[in-house]
């Protein structure tokens, strides 16, 4: 499944319509130039339509919203729905304000996402309505691990019945789900969580895999997480033989990427089926 869905990505270059932050935006459109896909960021409410209608899918990034933003992320939303493009919600920092709470919710109730991404203390504001997110990373207290790994995996399924998305929520194990089926993915380093914008560049990269697979959503973004997480896991055995720091440790996973093919993304991938 890894090898084709990747091959997708390669042969079929899809266009991603990035509406996101300010704060990783250029590694957003170097990682999916690097995974073989093409990225084309565009949020003046003016434009997105045109913009999301000749893209292959649309990233939906909340990281710096603002009204202008929020009112171009709903135009595009409903614009790439109605052309049946895949499209992913990120919601970075739900919980950690009333405007990223109640705009994450304006948004799942307008459009229907294929896929929503975000660390475990995000997608449990979804799941509960309301949250008390410390900022745009996760909250120690709430990380999955070896003994509630099960307890995730129950929650991912009900959030995508519940939202009729398929679900991915990241931190040291990954879990991406829909109602039926679960992966719990163990790829990745804890040095990720050190870097500003590894969550973004796995959304942008999840649209790609979306836009080049369309007709399966769940493994595609399986796929594209365990890119993300074998590329952090690469790039950390290439720091520490470099004596790197965590600027270089950034670029490391850009190059890792762009390294990457089909059969050594196939070979190091640490995926279970629940
Ligand atoms: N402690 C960790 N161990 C392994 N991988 C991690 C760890 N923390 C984050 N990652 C990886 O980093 C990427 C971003 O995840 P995360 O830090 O949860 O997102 P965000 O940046 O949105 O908070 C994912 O690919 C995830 O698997
Ligand atoms: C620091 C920060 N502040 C607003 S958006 C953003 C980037 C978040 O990136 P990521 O979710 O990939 O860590
Ligand atoms: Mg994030």
Redesign the pocket.
Known sequence: MFKKIFENVQNETPLVHCITNYVTVNDVANVLLAAGGSPIMADDPKEVEEITAICAALNLNIGTLNERTIHSMLKAGKKANSLSHPVVLDP?GAGASALRTETTFELIDTIAFSVIK??ISEMKTIYAGSGTTKG???DVSDAVTEDTVSEAVAFAKDLSARTNAVIAI???I?IVADSQKAYVIR????S??KISG???M?SGLIAAFCGANRENLLDATATA?CL??LS?ELAQEKAVKNDAGTSSYRAYIIDEISKMSADKLAGGVKIEHR
Do not use: F, I, K, S
């Not at 790829?187 to 804890?190: D, L, T």
């Open positions: 970075v975000g660390n745009v990373d996760a990241t931190g040291a990954d790829n990745g380093h804890p990720m969580a590894t969550g973004c796995l997480v993300m997480g952090g």
